[in-house]
Nanobody
Framework: VQLQASGGGLVQAGGSLRLSCLAT????????MGWYRQAPGEQRELVAK???????DYAAFAKDRFTISRDNARNTVYLQMNSLKPEDTNVYYC???????????????WGQGTLVTVSS
């Protein structure tokens, strides 16, 4: 199983981007999916996460601007980011708690990261 993130890029302040993350390899079950971000020299921080039932949790900075959603049929999680600010510039990583068919139990997986750059 791998997580493939996409959708990052360069946007002006106030603009929007939509990130996508696909879990490939036919995971048997996906519990939590989420997005984290990390700036150089900083710790990785939670942006938003969503459970299998659709209950979402957001970091304070993401509330009212970002929306996380998931398509369980497509094993995909999305992050719609609106009203972007220069301080949102970061590498964004998707994250999932899932069961790989080749493994005896669930594990945590990370995507490769996608760069979001917000210009002022």
């Amino acid at each position: 199983v791998q997580l493939q993130a996409s959708g990052g890029g360069l946007v002006q302040a106030g603009g929007s981007l939509r990130l996508s993350c696909l879990a490939t390899g036919n995971p048997l079950r996906i519990e939590m999916m989420g997005w984290y971000r990390q700036a150089p020299g900083e710790q990785r921080e939670l942006v938003a996460k969503i459970g299998a039932g659709g209950v979402a949790d957001y970091a304070a900075f993401a509330k009212d601007r970002f929306t996380i959603s998931r398509d369980n049929a497509r094993n995909t999680v999305y992050l719609q980011m609106n009203s972007l600010k220069p301080e949102d510039t970061n590498v964004y990583y998707c994250h999932a708690d899932l069961l790989d068919p080749s493994q005896p139990r669930r594990n945590l997986y990370w995507g490769q990261g996608t760069l979001v750059t917000v210009s002022s």
